[in-house]
T-cell receptor, first 113, second 116 residues
């Protein structure tokens, strides 16, 4: 079956530090990959996505590259801000089998001034 | 569009009481999902609907939970009777269905349920 594994949190950084949140997956077929972000007290919202191997999704300074050879979709940002403090969820969807996205457990990011 | 609307935003009730959570999806979306989020279990899919029809309710924890979608613009999740272990944040999400399945999901703000 499909599964998503994210690094355990919380990840604690100082403002302007470099961010990496690891995500690896197991999937049947050819998945689309997503990163969602959940700000405190809110629902999840799409941050970025990639639909095929070697695609790079980007938004709000965040990037993630779909690496089929390592089955990974790591989230990166060059310089984090306090406002980036949130929980980040990696997810995948395959067109074969289950048509519904599978989510990881989420990784909490805390950015200090 | 106002996005996915959920009500109430907060609910505090006593064990044994009936609880009804409500959701209005984004107009035109044909998939609706109910999730539960807790610290222990993370985000769990409870049930989802396609064109108002329940497709998979295997995530519903037990018979105390039920969900309905009487029309394309409204869904309810009911817990009867409620128990303290049901305390969680419940999210509703909606999406368009594509040929390859569901694409981006749009989440509501959630209902924080506390059962005393």
């Amino acid at each position: 079956g499909n599964s998503v594994t994210q690094m355990e949190g919380p990840v604690t950084l100082s403002e302007e530090a470099f961010l990496t949140i690891n995500c690896t997956y197991t999937a049947t077929g050819y998945p689309s990959l997503f990163w969602y972000v959940q700000y405190p007290g809110e629902g999840l919202q799409l941050l970025l996505k990639a639909t095929k191997a070697d695609d790079k999704g980007s938004n709000k300074g965040f990037e993630a590259t779909y690496r089929k050879e390592t089955t990974s979709f790591h989230l990166e940002k060059g310089s984090v801000q306090v406002s980036d403090s949130a929980v980040y969820f990696c997810a995948l969807k395959t067109s074969g089998g289950s048509y519904i996205p599978t989510f990881g457990r989420g990784t909490s990011l805390i950015v200090h001034p | 569009d106002a996005g996915v609307i959920q009500s109430p935003r907060h609910e505090v009730t006593e064990m044994g009481q009936e609880v009804t959570l409500r959701c209005k999806p984004i107009s035109g979306h044909d998939y609706l999902f109910w999730y539960r989020q807790t610290m222990m279990r993370g985000l769990e899919l409870l049930i989802y609907f396609n064109n108002n029809v329940p497709i998979d309710d295997s995530g519903m924890p037990e018979d105390r939970f039920s969900a309905k979608m009487p029309n394309a613009s409204f869904s309810t999740l009911k817990i009867q009777p409620s128990e303290p272990r049901d305390s969680a944040v419940y999210f509703c999400a909606s999406s368009y269905g594509l040929a390859g399945g569901v694409d981006t999901q749009y989440f509501g703000p959630g209902t924080r349920l506390t059962v005393l």
